[in-house]
């Protein structure tokens, strides 16, 4: 009688389960990711087919060889994915995230080269100064949206050449910066360098731990405070929510500060990691290129559906295919571009693998109640003949 009454509501938690937002989400993204394989499979069979088993196993798993790389490219583009990913959930695109991802970066190397400070404090306020240079470049369009209603889209675009140029420029005019031997900016002192985690032949540092303890506070803000509701409710709809009492102007512009400062971060963690040449540290060349790391983050966003736990596993797998994409064009021969395109492909799917989840999900739901209506008919007819 016990298990009667247990299985009912078994069955009640299963299906709660499965129906939550989150499962839903996440085989979503396992959706994406299983189709862009399939497909860049295939395109890996069409530019070499006597190589795309090995080249495609290798992609899969020759991260694991780098697990340090994986988790040091994987920390910039977490932070510039969580920066696209918070204005997504505000109601905002912030595809300026290269541009604001390039100024942290700068403030960054100013404080390093530019200010003396002892060892255990000269590296924070490398990683502050980054994320302050990066809500300077997230503010403005911030203000533009908040009081003129000027499209985000485009003072974000724009704001990534302006940020770029300008870096550029700043870094060719500083001696102590700018290394003109080697056209690119000298390396860091120790003292302004992001600790080391002590994985030999690797850059990963203390900044992947601190990207994924931000990602946490940030998701628990979000849906765990007054403050984050209002920001959500705020990118839900401006109008009902400024009806409510809530400030929209201030949350549009709290929203692109906030969303700044962790693309700025990412910048900062970039630049700072330790160089695996022991003393030495990363380097920037200004050759006025946009920063692949934001538009990166758009990608993650994507795949990780806004969610920053979700994001936080999104950039490891995005880092992890880009790390065996590495190894496939050394030994295989395959382009580098071979893998942006598989990685396209993911992106791709996950625009509508949303879509696809439900409409299957609605499918298994139609079948399995039109089998219960098959049967329920016979079952109803056989308790009348017993009432009988």
Same mark, same amino acid.
């Given at each position: 009688?016990?298990?009667?009454?247990?299985?009912?509501?078994?069955?009640?938690?299963?299906?709660?389960?499965?129906?939550?937002?989150?499962?839903?989400?996440?085989?979503?993204?396992?959706?994406?990711?299983?189709?862009?394989?399939?497909?860049?499979?295939?395109?890996?069979?069409?530019?070499?087919?006597?190589?795309?088993?090995?080249?495609?196993?290798?992609?899969?798993?020759?991260?694991?060889?780098?697990?340090?790389?994986?988790?040091?490219?994987?920390?910039?583009?977490?932070?510039?994915?969580?920066?696209?990913?918070?204005?997504?959930?505000?109601?905002?695109?912030?595809?300026?995230?290269?541009?604001?991802?390039?100024?942290?970066?700068?403030?960054?190397?100013?404080?390093?080269?530019?200010?003396?400070?002892?060892?255990?404090?000269?590296?924070?306020?490398?990683?502050?100064?980054?994320?302050?240079?990066?809500?300077?470049?997230?503010?403005?369009?911030?203000?533009?949206?908040?009081?003129?209603?000027?499209?985000?889209?485009?003072?974000?675009?724009?704001?990534?050449?302006?940020?770029?140029?300008?870096?550029?420029?700043?870094?060719?005019?500083?001696?102590?910066?700018?290394?003109?031997?080697?056209?690119?900016?000298?390396?860091?002192?120790?003292?302004?360098?992001?600790?080391?985690?002590?994985?030999?032949?690797?850059?990963?540092?203390?900044?992947?731990?601190?990207?994924?303890?931000?990602?946490?506070?940030?998701?628990?803000?979000?849906?765990?405070?007054?403050?984050?509701?209002?920001?959500?409710?705020?990118?839900?709809?401006?109008?009902?929510?400024?009806?409510?009492?809530?400030?929209?102007?201030?949350?549009?512009?709290?929203?692109?500060?906030?969303?700044?400062?962790?693309?700025?971060?990412?910048?900062?963690?970039?630049?700072?990691?330790?160089?695996?040449?022991?003393?030495?540290?990363?380097?920037? /060349?200004? !050759?006025? #290129?946009?920063? &692949?790391?934001?538009?990166?983050?758009? @990608?993650? =966003?994507? $795949?990780?559906? *806004? %969610?920053?736990?979700?994001?936080?596993?999104?950039?490891?797998?995005?880092?992890?295919?880009?790390?065996?994409?590495?190894?496939?064009?050394?030994?295989?021969?395959?382009?580098? /571009?071979? !893998?942006? #395109?598989?990685? &396209?492909?993911?992106?791709?799917?996950? @625009?509508? =693998?949303? $879509?696809?989840? *439900? %409409?299957?999900?609605?499918?298994?739901?139609?079948?399995?109640?039109?089998?219960?209506?098959?049967?329920?008919?016979?079952?109803?007819?056989?308790?009348?003949?017993?009432?009988?």
């Amino acid at each position: 009688m016990q298990n009667n009454q247990a299985s009912p509501k078994f069955k009640d938690m299963i299906t709660g389960i499965t129906k939550s937002k989150a499962v839903s989400t996440f085989t979503a993204a396992l959706l994406a990711i299983a189709l862009g394989l399939i497909f860049g499979f295939i395109v890996m069979i069409v530019a070499k087919p006597e190589n795309s088993w090995y080249g495609f196993t290798t992609m899969l798993f020759g991260g694991l060889r780098r697990l340090g790389d994986v988790f040091y490219y994987a920390t910039p583009i977490l932070m510039t994915g969580l920066s696209v990913g918070f204005a997504f959930k505000m109601g905002l695109f912030n595809i300026g995230a290269s541009g604001q991802y390039t100024m942290g970066m700068f403030f960054a190397l100013y404080v390093g080269f530019m200010w003396k400070l002892p060892p255990g404090i000269h590296w924070i306020a490398c990683v502050l100064a980054g994320m302050v240079g990066g809500m300077i470049w997230g503010f403005i369009p911030g203000i533009c949206k908040a009081l003129a209603n000027v499209n985000e889209v485009i003072t974000s675009i724009m704001f990534n050449y302006i940020g770029m140029y300008l870096v550029d420029m700043w870094i060719q005019g500083n001696a102590v910066i700018y290394d003109s031997g080697k056209t690119r900016t000298s390396y860091l002192p120790v003292s302004a360098q992001i600790p080391s985690l002590g994985v030999t032949g690797s850059n990963v540092n203390v900044a992947i731990i601190i990207a994924i303890a931000l990602a946490v506070i940030l998701y628990i803000v979000l849906n765990k405070t007054t403050f984050g509701y209002e920001l959500r409710a705020t990118g839900y709809n401006r109008y009902a929510s400024k009806y409510a009492g809530m400030n929209d102007k201030r949350n549009t512009m709290l929203t692109m500060l906030i969303a700044g400062g962790f693309s700025g971060l990412g910048g900062a963690f970039a630049i700072l990691a330790p160089s695996t040449i022991i003393g030495s540290s990363m380097t920037y /060349e200004p !050759i006025n #290129v946009i920063a &692949a790391n934001g538009f990166n983050g758009i @990608a993650v =966003a994507l $795949l990780g559906s *806004s %969610n920053p736990i979700g994001i936080i596993f999104s950039a490891l797998f995005i880092s992890h295919i880009q790390r065996g994409g590495t190894v496939v064009s050394s030994l295989y021969g395959y382009k580098p /571009e071979i !893998i942006d #395109v598989v990685i &396209a492909i993911i992106i791709y799917f996950s @625009a509508f =693998a949303m $879509l696809m989840n *439900s %409409n299957v999900a609605r499918m298994i739901k139609k079948r399995r109640l039109a089998k219960e209506a098959s049967g329920n008919p016979g079952n109803d007819g056989q308790q009348d003949r017993k009432e009988a």
